[in-house]
Protein backbone atom coordinates (compact mmCIF):
# COMPACT_ATOMS: atom_id res chain seq x y z
CA UNK A 1 0.00 0.00 0.00
CA UNK A 2 3.09 2.42 0.47
CA UNK A 3 3.79 2.61 -3.32
CA UNK A 4 -0.02 3.05 -4.18
CA UNK A 5 0.04 6.26 -1.68
CA UNK A 6 2.94 7.50 -2.99
CA UNK A 7 1.80 7.30 -6.35
CA UNK A 8 -1.61 9.14 -5.30
CA UNK A 9 0.29 11.83 -3.40
CA UNK A 10 2.20 12.53 -6.78
CA UNK A 11 -0.44 12.47 -9.08
CA UNK A 12 -2.49 14.77 -6.68
CA UNK A 13 0.56 17.54 -6.04
CA UNK A 14 -0.06 19.77 -9.11
CA UNK A 15 -3.46 22.04 -8.75
CA UNK A 16 -4.00 20.97 -12.87
CA UNK A 17 -2.62 17.72 -12.80
CA UNK A 18 -5.20 14.68 -14.15
CA UNK A 19 -3.65 12.34 -12.47
CA UNK A 20 -1.23 10.77 -15.73
CA UNK A 21 0.50 8.01 -14.77
CA UNK A 22 1.39 5.19 -16.55
CA UNK A 23 -1.01 1.98 -16.79
CA UNK A 24 2.01 -0.51 -15.34
CA UNK A 25 2.13 1.33 -12.17
CA UNK A 26 -1.93 2.03 -12.09
CA UNK A 27 -2.53 -1.72 -12.53
CA UNK A 28 -2.22 -2.91 -9.10
CA UNK A 29 -4.42 -0.43 -7.74
CA UNK A 30 -7.00 -2.27 -9.23
CA UNK A 31 -7.31 -4.98 -7.73
CA UNK A 32 -5.75 -3.76 -4.03
CA UNK A 33 -7.44 -4.32 -0.70
CA UNK A 34 -7.77 -0.23 -0.94
CA UNK A 35 -9.68 -0.40 -3.96
CA UNK A 36 -11.92 -4.00 -2.64
CA UNK A 37 -12.79 -1.44 0.45
CA UNK A 38 -14.05 1.47 -1.57
CA UNK A 39 -16.40 -0.69 -3.77
CA UNK A 40 -17.66 -2.14 -0.64
CA UNK A 41 -18.31 1.39 0.60
CA UNK A 42 -20.08 1.99 -2.89
CA UNK A 43 -21.72 -0.97 -2.50
CA UNK A 44 -23.14 -0.31 1.28
CA UNK A 45 -24.38 3.07 0.28
CA UNK A 46 -26.27 2.55 -2.71
CA UNK A 47 -28.35 -0.84 -1.20
CA UNK A 48 -29.45 1.57 1.70
CA UNK A 49 -30.53 4.57 -0.68
CA UNK A 50 -32.79 1.57 -2.54
CA UNK A 51 -34.05 -0.46 0.09
CA UNK A 52 -37.54 0.98 0.33
CA UNK A 53 -37.99 0.14 -3.44
CA UNK A 54 -39.10 -3.20 -3.44
CA UNK A 55 -41.18 -3.32 -0.51
CA UNK A 56 -43.29 -0.14 -1.39
CA UNK A 57 -46.46 -1.53 -1.11
CA UNK A 58 -45.56 -3.04 2.14
CA UNK A 59 -44.67 0.32 3.26
CA UNK A 60 -48.20 1.68 2.15
CA UNK A 61 -49.96 -1.00 3.89
CA UNK A 62 -48.22 -0.74 7.52
CA UNK A 63 -48.41 3.15 7.21
CA UNK A 64 -51.70 3.21 5.51
CA UNK A 65 -50.31 5.51 2.44
CA UNK A 66 -50.54 5.64 -1.41
CA UNK A 67 -48.14 4.55 -3.52
CA UNK A 68 -47.33 7.93 -4.45
CA UNK A 69 -46.63 8.93 -0.65
CA UNK A 70 -44.86 5.45 -0.24
CA UNK A 71 -42.92 6.43 -3.53
CA UNK A 72 -41.84 9.41 -1.09
CA UNK A 73 -39.27 6.92 0.78
CA UNK A 74 -36.63 7.21 -2.32
CA UNK A 75 -37.43 10.64 -2.91
CA UNK A 76 -36.65 12.35 0.03
CA UNK A 77 -33.34 10.36 0.45
CA UNK A 78 -32.67 11.21 -3.18
CA UNK A 79 -33.62 14.95 -2.41
CA UNK A 80 -31.26 14.73 0.96
CA UNK A 81 -28.11 13.06 -0.99
CA UNK A 82 -28.83 16.17 -3.76
CA UNK A 83 -28.55 19.22 -0.50
CA UNK A 84 -25.56 17.05 1.14
CA UNK A 85 -23.81 16.78 -1.89
CA UNK A 86 -22.58 20.73 -1.36
CA UNK A 87 -21.96 19.49 2.07
CA UNK A 88 -19.51 16.67 1.30
CA UNK A 89 -18.22 18.22 -2.13
CA UNK A 90 -16.40 21.27 -1.06
CA UNK A 91 -15.05 19.09 2.34
CA UNK A 92 -13.58 16.53 0.43
CA UNK A 93 -11.52 19.15 -1.26
CA UNK A 94 -10.64 20.57 1.73
CA UNK A 95 -10.43 17.81 4.21
CA UNK A 96 -9.21 14.73 2.31
CA UNK A 97 -11.10 11.88 0.23
CA UNK A 98 -10.09 9.44 2.33
CA UNK A 99 -11.94 10.97 5.77
CA UNK A 100 -14.79 12.11 3.85
CA UNK A 101 -15.12 8.22 2.45
CA UNK A 102 -14.46 6.85 5.71
CA UNK A 103 -17.13 9.39 7.90
CA UNK A 104 -19.58 9.06 5.38
CA UNK A 105 -19.95 5.17 5.65
CA UNK A 106 -19.62 5.71 9.03
CA UNK A 107 -22.23 7.78 10.18
CA UNK A 108 -24.49 6.54 7.31
CA UNK A 109 -25.13 3.24 10.19
CA UNK A 110 -27.46 4.79 12.64
CA UNK A 111 -29.71 6.10 10.65
CA UNK A 112 -30.23 2.52 8.53
CA UNK A 113 -31.07 0.91 12.11
CA UNK A 114 -33.55 4.24 13.05
CA UNK A 115 -35.08 3.70 9.56
CA UNK A 116 -35.82 -0.11 10.25
CA UNK A 117 -37.21 0.95 13.96
CA UNK A 118 -39.36 3.79 12.62
CA UNK A 119 -43.11 3.67 14.63
CA UNK A 120 -44.67 6.27 12.27
CA UNK A 121 -44.38 7.17 7.72
CA UNK A 122 -43.30 10.37 9.40
CA UNK A 123 -40.20 9.06 11.43
CA UNK A 124 -39.35 6.93 8.45
CA UNK A 125 -39.00 9.73 6.40
CA UNK A 126 -36.94 12.01 8.51
CA UNK A 127 -34.21 8.81 8.97
CA UNK A 128 -34.39 8.48 5.37
CA UNK A 129 -33.44 11.85 5.00
CA UNK A 130 -30.52 11.44 7.34
CA UNK A 131 -29.26 8.69 5.70
CA UNK A 132 -29.52 10.84 2.63
CA UNK A 133 -27.46 13.84 3.98
CA UNK A 134 -24.64 10.95 5.08
CA UNK A 135 -24.51 9.50 1.54
CA UNK A 136 -22.81 12.19 -0.54
CA UNK A 137 -19.29 11.75 1.27
CA UNK A 138 -19.34 7.77 -0.56
CA UNK A 139 -20.42 9.95 -3.87
CA UNK A 140 -18.91 13.88 -4.25
CA UNK A 141 -15.81 12.26 -2.92
CA UNK A 142 -15.86 8.80 -4.59
CA UNK A 143 -15.74 9.74 -8.37
CA UNK A 144 -12.57 12.58 -7.51
CA UNK A 145 -10.58 9.75 -5.63
CA UNK A 146 -10.97 7.38 -8.61
CA UNK A 147 -9.75 10.09 -10.99
CA UNK A 148 -6.85 11.03 -8.89
CA UNK A 149 -5.71 7.62 -8.15
CA UNK A 150 -6.03 6.04 -11.54
CA UNK A 151 -4.38 6.91 -14.91
CA UNK A 152 -6.56 8.24 -17.59
CA UNK A 153 -6.01 4.81 -19.88
CA UNK A 154 -7.80 2.42 -17.19
CA UNK A 155 -10.02 5.52 -15.86
CA UNK A 156 -12.92 3.76 -17.71
CA UNK A 157 -12.10 0.30 -16.30
CA UNK A 158 -11.70 2.04 -12.35
CA UNK A 159 -14.80 3.78 -13.07
CA UNK A 160 -16.62 1.14 -14.89
CA UNK A 161 -15.70 -1.31 -11.13
CA UNK A 162 -17.32 1.35 -9.43
CA UNK A 163 -20.12 1.45 -11.28
CA UNK A 164 -20.02 -2.58 -11.08
CA UNK A 165 -19.84 -1.77 -7.31
CA UNK A 166 -23.30 0.26 -7.56
CA UNK A 167 -24.89 -2.41 -9.38
CA UNK A 168 -23.85 -4.92 -6.75
CA UNK A 169 -25.57 -2.35 -3.86
CA UNK A 170 -28.24 -1.19 -5.65
CA UNK A 171 -29.47 -4.95 -6.47
CA UNK A 172 -28.98 -6.12 -2.47
CA UNK A 173 -30.76 -3.03 -1.34
CA UNK A 174 -33.73 -4.14 -3.49
CA UNK A 175 -33.54 -7.67 -3.08
CA UNK A 176 -32.54 -8.82 0.35
CA UNK A 177 -35.15 -6.75 2.16
CA UNK A 178 -38.12 -8.08 -0.16
CA UNK A 179 -36.81 -11.69 1.02
CA UNK A 180 -36.31 -11.11 4.26
CA UNK A 181 -39.68 -9.44 4.41
CA UNK A 182 -41.30 -12.34 3.06
CA UNK A 183 -40.19 -14.70 6.39
CA UNK A 184 -40.09 -11.65 9.25
CA UNK A 185 -40.73 -8.01 8.36
CA UNK A 186 -39.52 -5.27 6.17
CA UNK A 187 -37.88 -3.97 9.29
CA UNK A 188 -35.50 -6.78 9.59
CA UNK A 189 -34.86 -6.36 6.03
CA UNK A 190 -33.64 -2.92 6.24
CA UNK A 191 -31.87 -2.64 9.55
CA UNK A 192 -29.46 -5.57 8.23
CA UNK A 193 -28.18 -3.20 5.98
CA UNK A 194 -26.35 -1.01 8.20
CA UNK A 195 -23.78 -3.79 8.38
CA UNK A 196 -22.58 -3.47 5.30
CA UNK A 197 -21.33 0.52 5.40
CA UNK A 198 -20.04 -0.44 9.06
CA UNK A 199 -17.52 -3.27 7.25
CA UNK A 200 -16.36 -0.41 4.96
CA UNK A 201 -15.97 1.84 6.86
CA UNK A 202 -13.72 -0.25 8.99
CA UNK A 203 -12.03 -1.62 5.74
CA UNK A 204 -11.78 1.32 3.82
CA UNK A 205 -9.45 3.13 7.16
CA UNK A 206 -6.97 0.38 6.99
CA UNK A 207 -6.96 0.31 3.03
CA UNK A 208 -7.58 3.50 1.16
CA UNK A 209 -5.20 5.76 -0.37
CA UNK A 210 -4.63 8.70 1.62
CA UNK A 211 -4.65 11.50 -0.48
CA UNK A 212 -3.34 15.05 0.71
CA UNK A 213 -6.50 17.34 0.42
CA UNK A 214 -7.07 19.91 -2.86
CA UNK A 215 -7.95 23.01 -2.01
CA UNK A 216 -10.75 24.96 -3.68
CA UNK A 217 -8.76 27.58 -6.43
CA UNK A 218 -9.80 30.96 -5.12
CA UNK A 219 -12.40 29.83 -2.52
CA UNK A 220 -15.17 27.72 -2.22
CA UNK A 221 -17.82 29.80 -4.41
CA UNK A 222 -15.24 30.71 -7.50
CA UNK A 223 -15.10 27.07 -7.65
CA UNK A 224 -18.70 27.26 -8.37
CA UNK A 225 -19.09 29.83 -10.24
CA UNK A 226 -16.31 28.16 -12.41
CA UNK A 227 -18.35 24.73 -12.48
CA UNK A 228 -21.70 26.61 -13.56
CA UNK A 229 -19.83 27.69 -16.77
CA UNK A 230 -18.57 24.36 -17.46
CA UNK A 231 -20.37 23.86 -20.56
CA UNK A 232 -19.54 20.04 -20.71
CA UNK A 233 -19.85 19.06 -17.30
CA UNK A 234 -23.96 20.63 -17.69
CA UNK A 235 -23.93 18.22 -20.20
CA UNK A 236 -22.68 15.24 -18.22
CA UNK A 237 -25.10 16.27 -15.64
CA UNK A 238 -28.32 16.82 -17.87
CA UNK A 239 -27.15 13.18 -19.75
CA UNK A 240 -26.92 11.51 -15.89
CA UNK A 241 -29.45 12.90 -14.57
CA UNK A 242 -32.39 11.48 -17.10
CA UNK A 243 -30.87 8.35 -17.31
CA UNK A 244 -31.33 8.02 -13.67
CA UNK A 245 -34.73 9.88 -13.75
CA UNK A 246 -36.20 7.52 -15.37
CA UNK A 247 -34.24 4.47 -13.84
CA UNK A 248 -35.62 5.79 -10.20
CA UNK A 249 -39.22 6.05 -11.96
CA UNK A 250 -39.33 2.45 -13.74
CA UNK A 251 -38.33 0.55 -11.04
CA UNK A 252 -40.65 1.79 -7.98
CA UNK A 253 -43.60 1.49 -10.02
CA UNK A 254 -43.22 -1.51 -12.17
CA UNK A 255 -43.74 -3.61 -8.51
CA UNK A 256 -47.07 -2.31 -8.30
CA UNK A 257 -47.74 -3.30 -12.11
CA UNK A 258 -46.22 -6.57 -11.31
CA UNK A 259 -48.81 -6.69 -8.21
CA UNK A 260 -51.56 -6.00 -10.61
CA UNK A 261 -53.15 -8.82 -13.20
CA UNK A 262 -52.76 -10.24 -15.41
CA UNK A 263 -49.22 -10.57 -12.93
CA UNK A 264 -50.28 -10.81 -9.51
CA UNK A 265 -47.04 -11.40 -8.06
CA UNK A 266 -46.43 -11.40 -4.44
CA UNK A 267 -43.45 -9.30 -2.68
CA UNK A 268 -40.97 -12.05 -3.34
CA UNK A 269 -41.75 -12.58 -7.05
CA UNK A 270 -41.95 -9.07 -7.57
CA UNK A 271 -38.76 -8.51 -6.74
CA UNK A 272 -37.05 -11.05 -8.58
CA UNK A 273 -37.04 -8.57 -11.56
CA UNK A 274 -34.10 -6.63 -9.84
CA UNK A 275 -32.34 -8.95 -10.62
CA UNK A 276 -32.10 -7.46 -13.95
CA UNK A 277 -29.86 -5.43 -12.15
CA UNK A 278 -27.24 -8.22 -12.96
CA UNK A 279 -26.66 -6.66 -16.20
CA UNK A 280 -25.00 -3.62 -14.53
CA UNK A 281 -21.85 -5.69 -13.74
CA UNK A 282 -20.66 -5.03 -17.32
CA UNK A 283 -19.40 -2.07 -15.73
CA UNK A 284 -15.97 -2.64 -16.62
CA UNK A 285 -16.87 -3.51 -19.87
CA UNK A 286 -18.59 -0.59 -20.49
CA UNK A 287 -15.93 1.40 -19.29
CA UNK A 288 -13.56 0.20 -21.66
CA UNK A 289 -16.03 0.86 -24.48
CA UNK A 290 -15.90 4.58 -23.01
CA UNK A 291 -12.53 5.09 -22.98
CA UNK A 292 -12.33 3.89 -26.63
CA UNK A 293 -15.59 5.45 -28.55
CA UNK A 294 -15.90 8.51 -25.93
CA UNK A 295 -18.29 9.30 -23.40
CA UNK A 296 -21.07 11.31 -25.87
CA UNK A 297 -21.11 8.50 -27.71
CA UNK A 298 -21.91 5.67 -25.22
CA UNK A 299 -24.23 8.22 -23.75
CA UNK A 300 -26.23 8.96 -27.02
CA UNK A 301 -26.24 4.97 -27.22
CA UNK A 302 -28.21 4.89 -24.04
CA UNK A 303 -30.68 7.75 -24.69
CA UNK A 304 -31.61 4.94 -27.87
CA UNK A 305 -32.00 2.21 -25.70
CA UNK A 306 -33.48 3.42 -23.28
CA UNK A 307 -36.50 4.91 -25.45
CA UNK A 308 -36.61 0.84 -26.74
CA UNK A 309 -36.55 -0.12 -24.01
CA UNK A 310 -39.77 1.49 -22.39
CA UNK A 311 -41.48 0.98 -25.72
CA UNK A 312 -41.19 -2.83 -25.49
CA UNK A 313 -42.25 -2.88 -21.92
CA UNK A 314 -45.78 -1.46 -23.00
CA UNK A 315 -47.83 -4.93 -23.61
CA UNK A 316 -48.73 -6.50 -20.62
CA UNK A 317 -46.97 -10.00 -21.50
CA UNK A 318 -43.99 -10.70 -19.19
CA UNK A 319 -41.22 -11.41 -21.31
CA UNK A 320 -41.41 -8.27 -23.54
CA UNK A 321 -41.88 -6.37 -19.89
CA UNK A 322 -38.58 -8.32 -19.01
CA UNK A 323 -36.90 -7.35 -21.95
CA UNK A 324 -38.06 -3.93 -21.70
CA UNK A 325 -36.78 -3.17 -18.40
CA UNK A 326 -33.49 -4.95 -19.54
CA UNK A 327 -32.75 -2.48 -22.21
CA UNK A 328 -33.58 0.45 -19.53
CA UNK A 329 -31.38 -1.20 -16.94
CA UNK A 330 -28.32 -1.44 -19.57
CA UNK A 331 -28.67 1.70 -20.91
CA UNK A 332 -28.99 3.75 -17.37
CA UNK A 333 -25.73 1.68 -16.60
CA UNK A 334 -24.15 2.03 -19.83
CA UNK A 335 -25.23 6.08 -19.39
CA UNK A 336 -24.23 7.01 -16.08
CA UNK A 337 -20.57 5.61 -16.59
CA UNK A 338 -20.44 7.86 -19.75
CA UNK A 339 -21.54 11.06 -17.42
CA UNK A 340 -19.44 10.32 -14.72
CA UNK A 341 -16.71 10.35 -16.85
CA UNK A 342 -17.85 13.50 -19.05
CA UNK A 343 -17.59 14.92 -15.35
CA UNK A 344 -14.26 13.84 -15.12
CA UNK A 345 -12.82 14.57 -17.88
CA UNK A 346 -14.65 18.57 -17.67
CA UNK A 347 -13.42 19.00 -14.50
CA UNK A 348 -9.60 18.73 -13.86
CA UNK A 349 -9.79 21.48 -10.70
CA UNK A 350 -12.20 21.92 -7.99
CA UNK A 351 -13.26 17.90 -8.57
CA UNK A 352 -15.23 17.57 -5.38
CA UNK A 353 -17.25 20.85 -6.08
CA UNK A 354 -17.93 19.56 -9.78
CA UNK A 355 -18.68 16.21 -7.91
CA UNK A 356 -20.78 17.99 -5.48
CA UNK A 357 -22.51 20.13 -8.63
CA UNK A 358 -23.08 16.56 -10.93
CA UNK A 359 -24.66 14.70 -7.93
CA UNK A 360 -27.21 17.73 -6.60
CA UNK A 361 -28.65 18.14 -9.37
CA UNK A 362 -28.39 14.21 -10.27
CA UNK A 363 -29.90 13.32 -7.02
CA UNK A 364 -32.54 16.24 -7.46
CA UNK A 365 -33.71 14.89 -10.59
CA UNK A 366 -33.96 11.74 -8.99
CA UNK A 367 -35.43 12.73 -6.26
CA UNK A 368 -38.88 13.95 -9.04
CA UNK A 369 -38.39 10.42 -10.36
CA UNK A 370 -39.04 8.78 -7.45
CA UNK A 371 -42.55 10.86 -7.39
CA UNK A 372 -43.88 12.23 -10.57
CA UNK A 373 -43.79 9.12 -12.61
CA UNK A 374 -46.02 7.33 -9.15
CA UNK A 375 -48.62 10.27 -10.29
CA UNK A 376 -48.78 9.00 -14.17
CA UNK A 377 -48.67 5.95 -12.87
CA UNK A 378 -51.85 6.51 -10.79
CA UNK A 379 -53.78 8.39 -13.66
CA UNK A 380 -52.22 6.89 -16.92
CA UNK A 381 -51.00 3.36 -15.07
CA UNK A 382 -47.66 2.12 -16.82
CA UNK A 383 -47.86 4.30 -20.11
CA UNK A 384 -47.54 7.50 -18.12
CA UNK A 385 -44.40 6.01 -16.94
CA UNK A 386 -42.98 5.25 -19.91
CA UNK A 387 -43.86 8.74 -21.04
CA UNK A 388 -42.09 10.51 -17.88
CA UNK A 389 -39.10 8.60 -19.57
CA UNK A 390 -39.45 9.23 -22.57
CA UNK A 391 -39.54 12.73 -22.10
CA UNK A 392 -36.63 13.01 -19.53
CA UNK A 393 -34.49 11.25 -22.39
CA UNK A 394 -35.58 13.25 -25.26
CA UNK A 395 -34.76 16.52 -23.27
CA UNK A 396 -31.23 15.33 -22.20
CA UNK A 397 -30.40 14.07 -25.84
CA UNK A 398 -30.90 17.52 -27.33
CA UNK A 399 -28.71 19.19 -24.24
CA UNK A 400 -26.32 17.17 -25.39
CA UNK A 401 -26.37 18.17 -28.93
CA UNK A 402 -26.55 21.57 -29.18
CA UNK A 403 -24.54 22.43 -25.64
CA UNK A 404 -20.97 22.42 -27.28
CA UNK A 405 -17.78 21.22 -25.73
CA UNK A 406 -16.45 23.47 -23.18
CA UNK A 407 -14.95 22.26 -20.58
CA UNK A 408 -12.44 24.41 -18.46
CA UNK A 409 -8.81 24.26 -18.54
Known sequence: MR?????????????????VCSSVRSRPLLDSSGMAGFLLGAAGMFAVTYSTQAILPQLGRTFHVSPSQAGLTISIVILALAIGAWIWGPLSDRWGRKRSIVLA?????????????????????????????????????????????FAPRIGGRA????????????????????????????????????????????VMRRTLVDLPPRPIEGGRWS?????????????????GSAFYFTFVGTFSYVVFRLERPPFSFGPAAGSAVF??????????????????IGW??????AFAATAAGLAISLPAYLPTLVLGLALVTLANWSGVTAAQLGVAEASPVDRGTASALYFSIYYLTGAVGGYVPGLAWERYHWIGVAAAGWIAVAVAATVLTLGGRRTIA
Do not use: H, K
Not at 123 to 136: D, H, I, S, V
Not at 171 to 199: E, K, S
Not at 281 to 290: E, I, N, R, V
Open 105 to 149: SLLLVAPTIGAAAAPTFGALLAFRALQGLCMPGLLTAGVPYITEV
Open 296 to 301: RRLAFA
Open 159 to 202: MGRYVTALVAGGLIGRIAPALVATRLDWRWGIGMLALLPLAAAL
Open 275 to 292: ALWLLGFSGPALGTLADR
Open 3 to 19: SSGSTGSASSREPRSTG
Open 223 to 239: GVGRQLRNRQLLQATAA
